[in-house]
Nanobody, 124 residues
Framework: QVQLVESGGGSVQAGDSLRLSCAAS????????MGWFRQAPGKEREFVAA?????????TLYADSVKGRFWISVSAKSTVFLQMNSLKVEDTAVYYC????????????????WGQGTQVTVSS
């Protein structure tokens, strides 16, 4: 059974950095895509970033809105990170970790497993 547990959310000022973590169990990172999504109040869940593989064979995908500011990575201890730099007010949302079999993808409907989410609030 796959379990995903996010942590690291909080309240920060615009321009600050924050690192989210997702502890995963019940899956093999080398053959699984891990993704981050977010959902702001009144909006649909949107793709943030995804990664597949570990070590030298890694594929990543980023939403245009976070390219150059956010960085997704995985550790050998089955944890996926989302490093968020230069945060903006519009980054405020609940951030979800998700997993899927196969290559990186941005469609939420193709992800099979989801965490409970962690709140990120960015104030001006």
């Amino acid at each position: 059974q796959v379990q995903l547990v996010e942590s690291g959310g909080g309240s920060v000022q615009a321009g600050d950095s924050l690192r989210l973590s997702c502890a995963a169990s019940g899956l093999t990172f080398s053959s699984t895509t891990m993704g981050w999504f977010r959902q702001a109040p009144g909006k649909e869940r949107e793709f943030v970033a995804a990664i597949r593989g570990i070590g030298i064979s890694v594929r990543t995908l980023y939403a245009d809105s976070v390219k150059g500011r956010f960085w997704i990575s995985v550790s050998a201890k089955s944890t996926v990170f989302l490093q968020m730099n230069s945060l903006k007010v519009e980054d405020t949302a609940v951030y979800y970790c998700a997993s899927r079999w196969g290559d990186v993808a941005s469609s939420a409907g193709t992800y099979d497993n989801w965490g409970q989410g962690t709140q990120v609030t960015v104030s001006s």
